[in-house]
């Protein structure tokens, strides 16, 4: 691969993303990001200028993509409307960007015979109970609970189905739950570490025995390059880290890591349909391609996020207050 066109390159994952492909490989990276609210031209500051290039503009928009895609040697598709809350509040632009914004991009792919790694979620597969000790697999069925849980599971859908009918050179990955740097503060780790520094209690949905599969976004980002690189094409890989922990324990780490008392927290207003557990089998990903994770301690991952946050206030300050008053209007 010498050139990628990574669509929605200035949020969390992609951002990281850029910066792996440009720290890791020889190859140059154009971003295609329409800096919705949810994106920081702050995350992609201090990229190789000869190497790099953000170009403003929506995967809905046909030309733009059809443009871009015939320049490129692969695309990596992380665009999205990504926050589950939101899409209660307001599903059409998951619509929009998620399910419309996927087949644009499948059909100028399809048109230039461009590589294609879609970037999917662990949510198509809806939630495991708390007690199973099942976890999701590839061949596990198609069940997402919310709407935008609902568009991603469409998306993949599409890029199966431009597979099949048109040998579209394409893979997909479903991921769990993503931490690390440059994540927007209206995701659980970030609003809580955010709020501590603050000076305000953090907030736990209902009880909070909801359980998260967590992945540090620097072995999610080493998976999706290595399935770019040696993936089976049309093949499907979930990618996951054996990190389950449930809300509150998250929770209760993150004041224990600042120095604050672990009941230092506030129950707020449970998620609407709120999915109980994730769990992701990755022993396809870990035996074929042969990936590891490189952060194995939860602790230690979740510390150095802290001291991010803690040294980067000028990356989260501008998008906080907009953030808090929204969930305040819900009672969270
Ligand atoms: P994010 O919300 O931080 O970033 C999404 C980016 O897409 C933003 O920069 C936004 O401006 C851009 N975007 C939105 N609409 C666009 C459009 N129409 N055209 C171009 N760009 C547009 O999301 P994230 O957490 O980085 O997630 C990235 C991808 O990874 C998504 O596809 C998501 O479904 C998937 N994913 C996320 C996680 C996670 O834990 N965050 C886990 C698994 C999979
Ligand atoms: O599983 C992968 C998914 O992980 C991705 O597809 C999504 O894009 C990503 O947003 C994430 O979805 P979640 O809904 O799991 O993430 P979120 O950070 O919103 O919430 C994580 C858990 O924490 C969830 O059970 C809800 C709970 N929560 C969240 C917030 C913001 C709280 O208890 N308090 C909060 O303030």
């Known amino acids: 691969m010498t050139s990628i066109l990574i669509t929605g390159g200035a949020g969390f994952i992609g951002s990281n993303f850029a910066h792996w492909v440009l720290a890791n490989t020889d190859a140059t990276v154009t971003v295609l990001d329409a800096m919705t609210y949810a994106a920081n031209e702050a995350s992609l500051a201090g990229l190789p200028e000869n190497r790099f290039q953000l170009v403003r503009g929506s995967v809905c928009d046909a030309d733009l993509v059809d443009e871009l895609v015939s320049r490129h040697d692969a695309v990596v598709h992380f665009a999205a409307e990504s926050h589950n809350d939101n899409s209660l509040d307001g599903p059409a632009p998951f619509i929009q960007t998620n399910i419309v914004g996927t087949f644009i991009l499948l059909q100028a792919v399809r048109k230039h015979d461009v590589r294609l790694h879609h970037i999917s979620t662990d949510e198509v597969y ?25 568009s991603k599971a469409s998306s993949d859908l599409l890029v199966r189905a431009w597979v099949r009918s048109f040998g579209v050179q394409a893979t997909i990955s479903n991921c769990s739950n993503n931490y690390g740097p440059r994540q927007h503060v209206e995701k659980l780790i970030p609003r809580q570490i955010t709020e501590i520094l603050e ?114 206030e000028s990356w989260w300050r501008p998008q906080k207050a907009a953030t808090e008053a929204a969930y305040a209007a819900k009672g969270q």
Not at 133 to 139: G, H, I, L, S, V
Not at 256 to 274: C, F, I, S
Not at 296 to 301: A, E, L, Q, V
């Open 126 to 150: 809806g939630d495991l109970e708390l007690d199973d000790p099942a976890k999701f697999t590839p061949q596990t069925r198609y069940n997402p609970s919310s709407p935008y849980s609902a």
């Open 199 to 312: 000076g305000r209690r953090p907030k736990l949905y209902g009880a909070g025995l909801n359980v998260r599969d967590w992945i540090h976004v620097d072995d999610h980002n080493s998976a999706v390059w290595t399935i770019l690189e040696s993936g089976r094409l049309g093949e499907t890989y979930l990618i996951g880290a054996d990190g389950e922990l449930d809300n509150k324990t998250v929770i209760e780490l993150i004041l224990e890591l600042m120095g604050q008392p672990t009941d230092a927290y506030d129950h707020v207003n449970d998620r609407p349909g709120h999915d109980l557990r994730y769990a992701i089998d990755a022993t396809m990903l870990r035996e074929e391609l042969g990936w590891q994770p490189e952060y194995t301690n939860f602790r230690d991952g979740l510390a150095a996020t802290i001291d991010w946050y803690r040294n980067n």
